[in-house]
């Protein structure tokens, strides 16, 4: 969920000012992705001697990932209360 201010500037920007935070936006996505395969990737798979991923390699890529989305989930709910109160103090 956008902050009200958020959207109310997105709203006044030209066609080529939203491809370009799209763009931008995209591009994020892209990078925050690769960081987290990078990682998951590191931190769990070890064992290079078979094509298949054994189901330790498996699970642990899966509770990185969990961990992740939820640390995610967190700091945005933390960041929609702040603004929540900033707008509430203004």
Do not use: W
């Amino acid at each position: 969920m956008h902050h009200p201010r958020v959207r109310i500037k997105m709203e006044g920007l030209t066609p080529e000012q939203k491809s370009q935070l799209e763009i931008s936006q995209f591009k994020q996505f892209l990078s925050t992705y690769n960081q987290v395969t990078e990682s998951c990737f590191g931190d769990c798979i070890h064992d290079f001697t078979t094509r298949k991923i054994t189901k330790d390699e498996s699970e642990c890529c899966s509770h990185c990932l969990d961990k992740y989305i939820k640390f995610t989930q967190r700091v945005s709910q933390r960041l929609q209360e702040h603004y929540q109160q900033t707008a509430a103090t203004q």
